[in-house]
């Protein structure tokens, strides 16, 4: 097992910016990396339709004999982690939203959850904020990932949504914000230049070190030569591929 690769999905190409902590923690691993871009976006789909096509994704990983799958993607991981942990026998690692460590770290005001709506709506995510929410305020963002998958980053299209989308919320004094999906990790310039002065947290490191404990435990890490990193897409290839390598090595503010 030791020297099979580590698949990771997501419904685009979000994964990518937890992919390049993955890797960075774990430089020896071998990466397959696959994103369903055809049928992004999944946070505004139905539970069960994401269901069924993170389980089309598990499957084109398991075809390539990898040892533990990545979910990359937090909608993904609340409509079709529990149904993977229990039909595979490999490990399943899963995305979460920051909140543990956001509403810890707060002071005094509130912690801004932007996600999917499907994340914000599903179990999951409900089991997390009677935790840990009692100063969270969900935030739905639609729209959003479309432009990390287009690859608009930051500039005057992008600002425009982002001020439009969080309008509502300007009188609510944020402390922080979690970005509860792996698409808006790439768009941070741009989310930090609405939300001056409020702290962004991600999950993904979280998801790195949880991916290397598993492996760990399993004695399963591979501890020699050096690792690769192979993407595929469900999308358009000639246009998503090149689009997915310059983003595993964009510098993230
Ligand atoms: N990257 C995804 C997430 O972390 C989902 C984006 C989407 O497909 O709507 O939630």
Known sequence: MRNCPIGVFDSGLGGVSVLRNMH????????????????????????????????NDANFLLQKNVKAIVIACNTATSAAAAHLRQTLSIPVI??????????????????????????????KFQLLYEKYGSHALPIPCPGLMEYAERGIL???????????????????????????????????GAIQKALVGVELFDGNEGTARQLKRVLEERNWLKDEGEGSVSMHTSGDEAHILPLMQSLFREKIL
């Open 154 to 188: 930051e500039g005057e299209e992008i600002d425009l949504f982002l001020n439009e989308l969080l309008k509502p919320y300007r009188n609510v004094p944020l402390d922080s914000a979690v970005l509860g999906c792996t698409h808006y990790v790439f768009l941070k």
């Open 24 to 55: 960075a923690l774990l430089p020896k691993e071998d990466f397959i990396y696959f994103g369903d871009d055809k049928n992004a976006p999944y946070g505004t789909k139905t539970e069960e339709e994401i269901l069924r096509l993170a389980v």
């Open 94 to 123: 899963g995305m979460e939203p920051a909140l543990k460590p956001a509403s810890l770290a707060r002071k005094n005001g509130y912690i801004g959850v932007l996600a999917t709506p499907a994340t914000l709506k599903q179990k």
